[in-house]
């Protein structure tokens, strides 16, 4: 019962800016501030009703907290009223506002794109000149000096930090050491309330960058404490490593994270695809892949405060510029021509006032342009997908990790041409969106020929969340479908004779018969071999399994936990299969969960938690590298066998 009504609160609380949810502790004496967490579990049975002006949780019968809403969120504190005597300062209050969901940044949402781009457009020929150096080098993704001062000659010497700059990222790093130390088990209101001040800090000071993973990390770890479905903890320990790297290297903290939208000229797009947006923050929509003539993906979108019903709904919404077309028609092989779009530089396109659109001829995955997406390997693919992943979450472009596969269904997995076998999984299991009964119904055909656009799982080598999918149908036309949103049956799926019509360039027999190989040589340690039809999908070494589930641990349980389960079995393991260094690594992490030194009097010395943040975040990198080229490995294919010739 109680997970029912937190589901349900979590829904329907509107989401909090950080800044309130953060401030609402700060009011709350030190008696108080003890009992948050267990008013926080509380507050997930609290009833929630609507009201003219937003929300209104019932505490008691004499007792409820008022929400205000404005464009969806809570964005100030005022907006959060108690009833009780106590109020401003009181537990109802500061628990409502630290179980709500986390706002997603007003940068982010249509309304303040607007704003931004009235404001770029206004001052554009004033700061050109000034300007001009530093948008060249900002346009590159993955440059982490870009906003270095010209001064620094020759890029060599690190920007300065002002000194309220050097305070925020202090207590930034402190922050998230605490949190680190603490795990997500003992991560309560409070340290996630101390790593939004930090995060505010860090915004005032212009450390957009580290501000932002902040606030994303705070966000799952609520995510975590509800238990939300879509709580990833990978996810988690992806951040908290990134925004320990960040504290730790000035030019990266000091690099912009806003998106800076430019006018653009005329921009022709070719639509690729839909797919929906929930978030557990209480934002949903609808985002649109399409194709620009150079070669580079473009997204529309149209994500709200709401629920999952909302994606729907938002696939319909009119792309910006007055044209009778919605987001779905475009992404389902539509095409548009807008005049004066302003684009950031990942790619989303802002919905201005002076954009103007007009329909254009669209086209199937099979023909120009889009069918080039199809014809890089699908080893090249992942590689390019795994490099745009450990590039910062604010510098990537749209689409850098979508994957574009050609391949057969068959009785173990999809059979990737010139690639492996695979394992297809659906990007969110929730019921509301049919991605697994889609997939249910292509796993039934088999002999099914694809052709899907899916998204990388870096840490599981054996499959991809598959988001669209092209085949033939009984008329011998090409299907297309936005898996999230629509829902098939068996009706729309030719029988298992005629799948052979839709099939990939290459024969299928041997599209099933390329599987991956293994780089010889005593860096790369032994990976399982490629499936031929019907064989097993790809896999890593169990070892390194085993060191990226340590990682994970010491996020979920903390130092205490990481030092409680100490594997000395595991170093050993490392060794035997070539990954020394990570040996090492999950060494230096164990120790240093464990120090706990004495003085020259037998006194015990305070814990370093800085040195056992540094501890993981050196295993972290080393998972994740090591992953990363094993995973490359494992999806390249085996060379032909020219001695039996």
């Known amino acids: 019962?109680?997970?029912?009504?937190?589901?349900?609160?979590?829904?329907?609380?509107?989401?909090?800016?950080?800044?309130?949810?953060?401030?609402?502790?700060?009011?709350?004496?030190?008696?108080?501030?003890?009992?948050?967490?267990?008013?926080?579990?509380?507050?997930?049975?609290?009833?929630?009703?609507?009201?003219?002006?937003?929300?209104?949780?019932?505490?008691?019968?004499?007792?409820?907290?008022?929400?205000?809403?404005?464009?969806?969120?809570?964005?100030?504190?005022?907006?959060?009223?108690?009833?009780?005597?106590?109020?401003?300062?009181?537990?109802?209050?500061?628990?409502?506002?630290?179980?709500?969901?986390?706002?997603?940044?007003?940068?982010?949402?249509?309304?303040?794109?607007?704003?931004e781009?009235?404001?770029?457009?206004?001052?554009?020929?004033?700061?050109?000149?000034?300007?001009?150096?530093?948008?060249?080098?900002?346009?590159?993704?993955?440059?982490?000096?870009?906003?270095?001062?010209?001064?620094?000659?020759?890029?060599?010497?690190?920007?300065?930090?002002?000194?309220?700059?050097?305070?925020?990222?202090?207590?930034?790093?402190?922050?998230?050491?605490?949190?680190?130390?603490?795990?997500?088990?003992?991560?309560?209101?409070?340290?996630?309330?101390?790593?939004?001040?930090?995060?505010?800090?860090?915004?005032?000071?212009?450390?957009?960058?580290?501000?932002?993973?902040?606030?994303?990390?705070?966000?799952?770890?609520?995510?975590a404490r509800s238990d939300d479905p879509g709580f990833r903890l990978s996810g988690l320990s992806g951040e908290l490593a990134e925004l320990l790297d960040l504290v730790r290297r000035p030019a990266a903290a000091l690099s912009p994270?806003?998106?800076?939208?430019?006018p653009e000229g005329p921009l022709r797009l070719y639509g690729l695809f839909t797919e929906p947006v929930v978030t557990a923050s209480g934002y949903a929509g609808a985002t649109v892949y399409a194709l620009a003539p150079d070669g580079t993906l473009r997204t529309l979108s149209d994500v709200a405060p709401g629920g999952p019903e909302r994606a729907l709904q938002a696939s319909g919404s009119p792309v910006p510029g007055g044209c009778a077309l919605g987001l779905r028609e475009?992404?389902?092989?539509?095409?548009?021509?807008?005049?004066?779009?302003?684009?950031?530089?990942?790619?989303?396109?802002?919905?201005?006032?002076?954009?103007?659109?007009?329909?254009?001829?669209?086209?199937?995955?099979?023909?120009?342009?889009?069918?080039?997406?199809?014809?890089?390997?699908?080893?090249?693919?992942?590689?390019?997908?795994?490099?745009?992943?450990?590039?910062?979450?604010?510098?990537?472009?749209?689409?850098?990790?979508?994957?574009?596969?050609?391949?057969?269904?068959?009785?173990?997995?999809?059979?990737?041409?010139?690639?492996?076998?695979?394992?297809l999984a659906a990007p969110d299991e929730r019921p509301e969106l049919p991605y697994a009964e889609n997939l249910a119904l292509f796993a039934g055909r088999r002999g099914l020929a694809l052709r899907l656009i899916a998204r990388v799982v870096p840490d599981r080598p054996d499959r991809v969340r598959v988001l669209a999918a092209s085949w033939t149908g009984h008329d011998g036309e090409p299907v297309r479908a936005d898996l999230g949103l629509r829902l098939l049956n068996r009706s729309h799926i030719p029988a298992e004779r005629a799948g052979r019509a839709a099939g990939p360039a290459v024969p299928s027999g041997q599209a099933v018969a390329s599987g991956p190989a293994v780089a010889s040589g005593p860096a790369v340690p032994a990976v399982a071999s490629g499936p031929a039809e019907g064989g097993a999908p790809p896999a890593l070494p169990v070892e390194l399994d085993l060191l990226r589930r340590t990682v994970d641990r010491a996020v979920a349980g903390g130092r205490a936990v990481t030092a409680a389960s100490a594997d000395d079995e595991l170093p050993r393991r490392l060794r035997a299969v070539g990954l020394t260094?990570?040996?090492?690594?999950?060494?230096?992490?164990?120790?240093?969960?464990?120090?706990?030194?004495?003085?020259?009097?037998?006194?015990?010395?305070?814990?370093?938690?800085?040195?056992?943040?540094?501890?993981?975040?050196?295993?972290?990198?080393?998972?994740?590298?090591?992953?990363e080229s094993l995973l490359v490995a494992a999806w390249t294919p085996a060379p032909p066998d020219i001695s039996a010739n």
Request: net charge negative; aromatic share 4%.
């Open 581 to 627: 260094t990570g040996a090492r690594r999950v060494e230096a992490l164990t120790e240093a969960a464990a120090d706990r030194r004495h003085d020259v009097l037998g006194r015990l010395l305070p814990a370093d938690p800085g040195g056992f943040a540094l501890a993981w975040l050196s295993a972290a990198v080393y998972a994740s590298a090591a992953t």
């Open 330 to 423: 475009l992404g389902d092989g539509g095409g548009v021509i807008l005049t004066a779009p302003t684009v950031s530089p990942d790619g989303r396109i802002g919905g201005g006032g002076a954009v103007r659109s007009v329909r254009a001829a669209g086209a199937g995955w099979r023909e120009a342009p889009l069918a080039a997406l199809w014809e890089r390997p699908p080893a090249e693919q992942l590689a390019s997908a795994l490099a745009w992943l450990s590039e910062p979450a604010d510098a990537r472009g749209a689409g850098g990790d979508l994957l574009f596969l050609d391949g057969v269904v068959t009785g173990t997995g999809f059979a990737v041409a010139a690639g492996p076998t695979l394992r």
């Open 1 to 115: 019962m109680t997970t029912d009504s937190a589901a349900n609160s979590a829904t329907v609380l509107p989401p909090v800016t950080a800044e309130v949810a953060a401030g609402a502790l700060d009011l709350l004496p030190a008696r108080l501030r003890k009992r948050v967490d267990g008013a926080v579990a509380k507050a997930a049975g609290w009833p929630v009703e609507a009201a003219e002006d937003g929300v209104l949780v019932r505490v008691a019968e004499d007792t409820a907290v008022t929400l205000r809403v404005t464009a969806g969120i809570v964005a100030a504190p005022e907006d959060a009223v108690c009833s009780c005597l106590l109020a401003p300062a009181c537990l109802h209050r500061a628990a409502v506002l630290s179980f709500a969901p986390l706002a997603v940044e007003q940068e982010e949402t249509e309304e303040q794109e607007e704003k």
């Open 257 to 262: 994270a806003r998106r800076d939208y430019r």
């Open 117 to 223: 781009e009235k404001e770029e457009t206004a001052g554009e020929e004033e700061k050109a000149g000034e300007r001009g150096e530093r948008r060249e080098t900002a346009g590159g993704p993955g440059e982490a000096g870009a906003a270095a001062p010209a001064s620094t000659a020759g890029g060599a010497a690190e920007p300065a930090l002002n000194p309220a700059q050097s305070k925020a990222l202090d207590a930034l790093r402190e922050a998230v050491t605490a949190v680190l130390v603490a795990g997500v088990s003992g991560s309560g209101v409070v340290h996630r309330a101390e790593l939004l001040h930090a995060a505010h800090s860090a915004r005032l000071a212009g450390l957009y960058r580290p501000a932002g993973t902040a606030v994303r990390i705070a966000r799952l770890l609520g995510e």
